[in-house]
C-alpha cells in the first residue's frame, strides 16, 4: 500500500514540475538562429559549399557570410585561329601592392582575449554545495547567494532528487564544454556559438537544475566574449579575402585589357586571354556589384580582342586571295616558258618571275604548295632543256678546240724564209679552214686567236721585208744620191784644175754631203 502511494505520489510530482529547459529539446533549440540576429544572406543564391574557405573558429555548420563568385554568360569564350608562331604574354600575377593595400586596410587591431573563468566542475559530485531539498519537497539552488525554488521532489530519498537535479545541470554544463571546445579547435561558427551561448545565458534564470550556476554563468560569458572576437577576426580575415580577390581580378581585367589593345601575337594572347578565365573562375568572395563590373571589362576586352584579331585574319585572307591570283599568273606564264629555247633571256625572265613570287606573299597554304610545285617543275624542265643543250654544244666546242690546234699545229711548221710564196699560199689555205671549223669554248679562244695571230704576223713581216727590198723608188733615190755624188765630185775636180780652190772645196763639201745621204739610202734598202 505505501509502494502504491509512493508512485502515485511521484506521478503527481513530476506532472506538477514546471517544464524543462535543460532536455534534449532544449538541447536542440538551442542550436538554432535568434530570431532578432538572422544571419546574412548570400546575395546571390549560391551554396555554403561555394562560399569562402572558413576561418578559423567557424562552426562546420555556419551559415554563409560572403558572396560567391559567379560567371554570367554573356560574353562566350574566344574562338583560336591558327596563326604563326608568335607570342604576346601578359603578367600573370596581381599586382603586390594592391593585395597588400587590401590586406591592410581589412586586418583589425587583435582584441585583448579575456580571462578564463575557473572551470565549472560537475555538480554531481557534491550537489548538496549547490542546493538541497527542503522538508515539504522543493528543491532549492544557490545563485548569487541566495536560494532559488527549481522543483520538487515528493518520492524518494532527497539525495536522489539532488542527484536528478543535478544530472540536468550536469547536461547544461556539456552543451558549454561543447560550444568551449568547437571555439577552441576552431571548428564552430562563432555566429551560432553567440545566439547558443545567448540562450543558454536566458534560461539559466528559470533552468531547473543544481550545480554552480554562478560559475556557468560566468563561463557563457566568457565564451561569449571569445566568440564575439572569433566572429570580428572572421569577419577581417573575409574582407581581407575579398579584397584580395577584388585586387587580383582587377589585375587579370587590366592584363586583358592591355591584351586587347597591344597583342599581335594573336596564338599566345588567345591561350593567355583564356588561362585568365579559367583563373577568374577559381577566384571567390567577390560581392556581385564588384564582380559584375569586373566581368564586364573582361568581357568588352575579349570582346575587342576577337574583333580586332577578326579584322586582322580577314585582311591576311584577302591578302592571300590577291596572292594567290598572283601566283596563277607566274605559274601560267612560267609553264608558257618551259619549251623555250631562247636561253639567255628566257633565263632572265625565270629570274624575274622568282622575285615576282616572293613580292606575291602566301596563298593559302594548301594552294600554294601546289602553285609551287607547278612552279618549280616548269622551271626545272626550262632549265634541264638548257642544261642539256649546252652539255651539247661544249662537246661540239671541245671537238672544235681540237681541229683548231691541229691547223695551229700546221701553222706554226711554215717557213717564210725558205720560200716566202709557199708560206703565204699554205696559211691562207689554214685560214680558210680555221673559219668553217667554227666556235671553241670561251676560256680558250684567246690562247688559240693569239697563236694563230703569231703565225700571221711572221709571215706578214716577211712579206713586207720583200716588198721594201724591191721597191722601185727606193731603188730611184739611190741612183739619184749616187748621181748627185758624182756630179760635185767631177765640180771639184774641175775647180782644182782650174786652180780654185774655194770652189773646189765647196764642190767636195756637197759632194760629202750627198754621199752621206747615198750611204742612209743604200742602208735602208739592205735592211728591207
Do not use: C
Not at 591578302?319 to 599568273?329: D, H, L, P, S
Amino acid at each position: 500500500m505505501t509502494d502504491h502511494s509512493r508512485t502515485d505520489e511521484q506521478a503527481a510530482m513530476q506532472q506538477t514540475e514546471p517544464p524543462d529547459a535543460t532536455g534534449p529539446q532544449a538541447t536542440q533549440h538551442v542550436t538554432q538562429q535568434e530570431p532578432d540576429e538572422p544571419a546574412t544572406a548570400s546575395t546571390n543564391g549560391a551554396t555554403p559549399a561555394e562560399q569562402a574557405p572558413a576561418v578559423t573558429g567557424l562552426d562546420t555548420a555556419a551559415e554563409p557570410v560572403v558572396s560567391p563568385d559567379h560567371e554570367p554568360a554573356a560574353a562566350p569564350e574566344p574562338v583560336e585561329a591558327q596563326t604563326p608562331a608568335g607570342r604576346h604574354s601578359g603578367d600573370t600575377s596581381a599586382p603586390a601592392s594592391a593585395a597588400t593595400e587590401a590586406a591592410e586596410s581589412a586586418r583589425q587591431e587583435p582584441r585583448p582575449q579575456p580571462e578564463r573563468p575557473p572551470t565549472v566542475r560537475s555538480a554531481l559530485a557534491d550537489p548538496g554545495r549547490w542546493g538541497r531539498v527542503g522538508d515539504d519537497g522543493t528543491v532549492y539552488v544557490r545563485v548569487g547567494g541566495q536560494e532559488r525554488a527549481v522543483g520538487s521532489w515528493q518520492a524518494g530519498d532527497p539525495s536522489e532528487g539532488l542527484a536528478h537535479y543535478a544530472r540536468r545541470f550536469d547536461d547544461v554544463l556539456t552543451e558549454v564544454e561543447l560550444i568551449e571546445a568547437r571555439l577552441a579547435t576552431g571548428t564552430g561558427d562563432p555566429k551560432h556559438a553567440i545566439a547558443s551561448i545567448k540562450q543558454l545565458r536566458q534560461s539559466l534564470d528559470e533552468v531547473h537544475a543544481v550545480g554552480d550556476l554562478d560559475g556557468l554563468a560566468a563561463m557563457l560569458e566568457y565564451l561569449r566574449a571569445r566568440a564575439e572576437g572569433a566572429l570580428g577576426e572572421a569577419k577581417a580575415a573575409r574582407e581581407q579575402a575579398r579584397q584580395a580577390a577584388v585586387a587580383r581580378k582587377t589585375a587579370l581585367v587590366e592584363e586583358a585589357e592591355r591584351i586587347a589593345n597591344e597583342a599581335t601575337q594573336w596564338k599566345a594572347a588567345g591561350d593567355r586571354l583564356r588561362a585568365i578565365l579559367d583563373e577568374w573562375k577559381t577566384i571567390r568572395g567577390v560581392d556581385r556589384k564588384t564582380d559584375d563590373a569586373l566581368w564586364k571589362r573582361f568581357g568588352k576586352a575579349r570582346d575587342a580582342f576577337n574583333r580586332r584579331r577578326g579584322s586582322h585574319f580577314a585582311e591576311l585572307d584577302r591578302q592571300r586571295g590577291a596572292a594567290k591570283t598572283r601566283k596563277e599568273e607566274i605559274v601560267a606564264e612560267a609553264e608558257q616558258l618551259a619549251d623555250s629555247d631562247d636561253w639567255s633571256p628566257t633565263a632572265s625572265r625565270f629570274k624575274q618571275l622568282m622575285n615576282d613570287w616572293k613580292a606575291a606573299g602566301r596563298a593559302p597554304k594548301d594552294v600554294d604548295d601546289a602553285l609551287w610545285q607547278r612552279f618549280r617543275a616548269a622551271q626545272d624542265a626550262f632549265f634541264a632543256k638548257r642544261s642539256a643543250a649546252f652539255n651539247e654544244r661544249d662537246s661540239e666546242l671541245t671537238a672544235n678546240a681540237r681541229r683548231k690546234e691541229e691547223l695551229l699545229a700546221e701553222a706554226e711548221r711554215i717557213d717564210p724564209a725558205a720560200d716566202l710564196e709557199a708560206a703565204r699560199a699554205a696559211l691562207l689555205r689554214i685560214q680558210e679552214r680555221w673559219e668553217t671549223v667554227g666556235r671553241v669554248p670561251r676560256e680558250q679562244v684567246r690562247e688559240l686567236e693569239s697563236r694563230l695571230r703569231a703565225v700571221e704576223e711572221r709571215v706578214r713581216s716577211a712579206v713586207d721585208a720583200q716588198w721594201r727590198r724591191s721597191d722601185p723608188e727606193a731603188q730611184a733615190r739611190v741612183s739619184q744620191f749616187r748621181e748627185r755624188v758624182e756630179q760635185f765630185e767631177a765640180q771639184a775636180a774641175k775647180a782644182r784644175a782650174a786652180g780654185d780652190q774655194r770652189r773646189a772645196k765647196q764642190a767636195e763639201a756637197q759632194a760629202a754631203q750627198w754621199r752621206e745621204w747615198l750611204a742612209a739610202a743604200e742602208q735602208s734598202v739592205a735592211n728591207r
